[in-house]
């Protein structure tokens, strides 16, 4: 009887350090907060993010990251966004008449409606990504904090590449 209580506790302690070392290293689950990503993602949605991902390669354009924001918070902290990956290190991003820009080319956006404005939101339009930064946007551009606000968003504070909505169910799938 002992030892079979003692091998379900060592059963239980092992499990529960695989846990935290899944959660903390290779997958989280997050919750979409806000309409930022609107209609590709809503308040709400719960995805997977990949959390290894991004500690064996670069994050790539048009893949959807979460990162913790450049605003600090009084109390210290920060909230964590999820937005797209528009630019990446050596590029230039640029907007132009309701059109995204990169390197001189109009981006061709089909996660987003066509009749959607992407306008500045301070009087930059006009962004170089450098080395170890990636510059984001949310697909909701009328309603989303994104780089035309904060600029550029350095590599180190990307947490994970958002791979899989599990909720609701009637969008249950990769994300693409």
Do not use: C
Not at 24 to 40: D, H, L
Not at 92 to 111: A, M, Q, R
Not at 156 to 162: H, L, M, P, Q, R
């Amino acid at each position: 009887m002992k030892d079979t209580v003692l091998s379900l506790i060592k059963s239980v302690v092992l499990a529960l350090v695989l846990a935290i070392i899944i959660r903390t290293f290779v997958f989280s689950v997050t919750e979409v907060s806000g309409r930022s990503m609107y209609p590709n993602f809503d308040t709400g949605d719960r995805l997977i993010v990949n959390r290894i991902g991004v500690l064996l390669r670069d994050v790539k354009k048009g893949e959807v990251i979460e990162f913790l924001s450049p605003d600090i918070k009084p109390n210290g902290k920060r909230d964590h966004f999820i937005k797209r990956v528009i630019g990446t290190a050596g590029d230039t991003v640029s907007l132009h008449e309701g059109k995204v820009y990169l390197n001189g080319e109009e981006l061709k956006e089909d996660y987003i409606d066509d009749a959607v404005q992407t306008l500045p939101q301070t009087g930059q339009s006009q962004w170089e990504v450098k080395e170890g930064e990636i510059f984001v946007l949310g697909d909701n551009r009328p309603n989303s904090d994104d780089g035309r606000r904060f600029g550029t968003v350095p590599t180190d504070t990307v947490k994970g590449i958002a791979v899989f909505r599990f909720l609701p169910f009637s969008k249950f799938g990769k994300i693409k």
